[in-house]
Every structure is written in structure tokens, then in C-alpha cells.
């Protein structure tokens, strides 16, 4: 379940990149995917995660696909990554969402 917070969250977070977005948006997810690509960098993978891998938050292969890398890379267990995360989300107005899975 934490990988899928996390995907969730960096979906979100590329969907709200947009002149409207607030700034507390655009640093909480700048600060998610610094993690992310933090525990990349520790596991030697050459994955780049940012707004591009969400292009279009509505096709499932890309969420499969982001989801197996990141389960992978053990983003999901990274207390770091969730924290973001989780903050990502409090901030895009998703609180429910983290009642629910945690």
C-alpha cells in the first residue's frame, strides 16, 4: 500500500502542475520527486522520475509502470519518500486519501 501513496501522490502532484498551482504545490512535489530520485540514485537505477512520466494521469500501464519501478527501488519503504508524500497530498487537498490507507 505505501508504493501506491507514493504513485498516487506523484500522479497528483504532475496533474496539478499548472499556472494555478500553488507554490506549496509545486515545492512539496519538487521535494517528492528529490527523494524519489534520492532512493533511485542509492539503488543505482538510471529511472528519472518527474512530471513526464505522469503525462496523462489516465493511462493504467503508466501507473503499472511506475508502480513496478518504484516497488523495485524500495521507494515505497523509504520513510523519507512517504513523509513527502504524505505531505504532497495534505497539501493538494487529498486528506481523506491518507485516513484511508494508513
Do not use: C, K, N, W
Amino acid at each position: 500500500m505505501s508504493v501506491e501513496l507514493v504513485v498516487t501522490a506523484l500522479l497528483a502532484g504532475a496533474a496539478a502542475s499548472t499556472s494555478t498551482t500553488t507554490t506549496a504545490a509545486v515545492d512539496a512535489y519538487a521535494a517528492l520527486t528529490a527523494e524519489i530520485r534520492r532512493v533511485l540514485r542509492r539503488r543505482e537505477e538510471d529511472f528519472v522520475v518527474d512530471a513526464e512520466v505522469a503525462e496523462d494521469v489516465h493511462v493504467p500501464e503508466q501507473r503499472a509502470d511506475l508502480t513496478a519501478t518504484l516497488t523495485a527501488t524500495g521507494a515505497g519503504d523509504d520513510p523519507e519518500v512517504l513523509t513527502r508524500a504524505r505531505h504532497l497530498l495534505v497539501v493538494l487537498g487529498y486528506r481523506s486519501m491518507l485516513e484511508v490507507s494508513d
